[in-house]
């Protein structure tokens, strides 16, 4: 394995996956990870037993049986011509979960991305939840408290937490590690523990109710949500005079590391927590937070991410969203929430209301908050157009205002659709949603396995229809 190369590691991992049994046993009294070779193409066969604390491993080949024991030696080690840069120190068993979850997960989803997994289509319930699907697209429909709602999450959709998690806490984490040489779980803990006190209770309980159901640690879970996000990406509102039958659309690009299958795990959420508006999430298993929304009360958001990581005293951005969602209940209450909300790093929004119909841009940090009004002239948005509020960055916004000037006053659901195709979409464009909150519809596309979402089919939903289905 030393002298493998990268890519050959990695072919090394994926057959092991698809061809290796894996199972947890006890032998001696002991807990083992057990993993056995096929033995058509191991003579006599290979098994291969890991201890639960990572340092003891039996080997059984045929009927030779060898045990192996690492031990931490207090002696000085061996002279190398090899001197670190830095020196990284982790806890011997988090180094092996995140080596061999982080792993597992790539070799998963390079299998993904090669045969892209489809859902069974079996509606399942759990208590105030509902697992369904719309046009094979996972809808997840829940009301109740928050620690209800979560408890249902984790249990309908254990496996598909378990699988994003992994993604971005261990494959994505030794990227981060290897790039900044910095251990990725101890960074996320020190975010943690900075927005913890900005975090409403009601969104702890939640996520206490998903990691129980789900078994996966709260811990994990937590560091999951506050996953740093620098989502560069796009967003607009058209209305009134922009459109047909001067109906508000309201467009949101998010552009975000497609390459660790976040598509797959994809989900729309129907929510109704107790006491609060009812709204639609679109989201991925196990993301209790939200970057892409629409209530009950015709108001939607979407977010861009900007700079500024580090900047950790104040609500997480995906947090404040979902506030949002949950409290305001027109466009003014929204951007007083924005307003007056601790914040953190640099993140711009799209807020419309269609009930007036009218639309904001804000461009905040911790320290910064500018409202940008329809046809107001911004010095990073300098092509200002009536009815409108359109943000980008770069040719992206260039070509988004030259599509809104192109199809003024013609802009329908279907042009609408369009505007977001690329280049005002990126290659990494992991999902785009319009939303249309005066009849409360929204579509979404998702990226595929070597396609952005623009180029993947678009699914219509109803909010009031699916909620209706918890009634």
């Not at 979850?101 to 319930?125: H, Q, V, Y």
């Not at 509902?130 to 094979?136: D, K």
């Not at 709602?149 to 590690?177: C, N, P, Q, S």
Request: proline share 4%; charged share 25%.
């Amino acid at each position: 394995m030393v002298d493998l190369t990268w890519g050959e590691r990695v072919g090394l991992g994926v057959w092991a996956f698809l061809h290796c049994d894996f199972a947890a046993i006890q032998k001696n009294g002991h807990d083992y990870l057990s993993i056995v070779f096929p033995k058509e193409t191991i003579s006599g066969g290979l098994e291969l037993l890991v201890g639960e604390d990572n340092d003891t491993y039996l080997v059984n080949y045929d009927d030779i049986k060898v045990e192996l024991s690492i031990k931490q030696s207090s002696g000085n080690l061996p002279e190398s011509d090899f001197i670190p840069d830095k020196t990284v120190s982790v806890k011997r068993e988090e180094l092996n979960k995140g080596i061999y979850r982080g792993a597992l997960r790539a070799a998963g989803i390079l299998i993904e991305n090669m045969m892209p997994p489809k859902t069974d289509g079996i509606e399942r319930k759990w208590g105030k939840g509902i697992l369904t699907y719309v046009n094979g697209n996972r809808v997840f429909i829940a009301s109740g408290t928050h620690r209800e709602i979560g408890e249902a999450h984790g249990t309908l959709l254990k496996d598909e937490v378990r699988k994003m998690v992994d993604a971005t806490l261990y494959t994505v984490g030794w990227a981060y590690t290897i790039e900044r040489g910095v251990w990725f779980a101890d960074e996320m803990r020190k975010a943690y523990k900075r927005l913890e006190s900005f975090i409403p209770q009601k969104y702890k309980d939640e996520m206490e109710g998903l990691a129980e159901t789900s078994g996966i640690p709260l811990e994990e879970i937590h560091l999951t949500n506050v996953f740093p996000a620098l989502f560069h990406c796009s967003g607009f509102a058209v209305f009134n005079d922009a459109t047909v039958e001067r109906k508000l659309y309201h467009g949101r690009v998010l552009d975000y590391m497609v390459g660790i299958g976040l598509q797959y795990h994809a989900v729309v959420y129907i929510l109704h927590p107790k006491g609060s508006n009812a709204f639609a999430n679109v989201g991925f298993a196990g993301f209790i937070g939200s970057v892409s929304g629409m209530n009950d009360k015709q108001v939607a958001f979407g977010e861009m991410g900007g700079g500024g990581v580090g900047d950790w005293d104040g609500m997480p951005m995906a947090f404040l969203m979902r506030e949002g969602l949950e409290t305001t209940n027109n466009l003014d209450e929204a951007v007083n929430l924005f307003k007056t909300t601790p914040r953190t790093c640099e993140y711009y929004y799209v807020i419309s209301d269609g009930k007036i119909p009218d639309a904001r841009g804000l461009a905040t940090s911790p320290t910064r908050f500018d409202v940008i009004h329809p046809n107001q002239y911004h010095k990073q948005l300098p092509h200002p157009v009536k009815d409108a509020v359109l943000m980008s960055a770069g040719d992206r916004y260039e070509e988004l205002v030259k599509r809104v000037k192109k199809n003024y006053g013609k802009i329908d659901a279907e042009k609408a659709i369009r505007l977001m195709d690329r280049p005002v979409a990126m290659k990494s464009n992991l999902h785009d949603v319009l939303f249309a909150p005066q009849s409360l519809e929204f579509w979404v596309a998702n990226a595929g396995a070597h396609t952005p979402a623009c180029n993947e089919p678009y699914t219509h939903y109803s909010l009031k229809a699916l909620l209706d289905l918890i009634k």
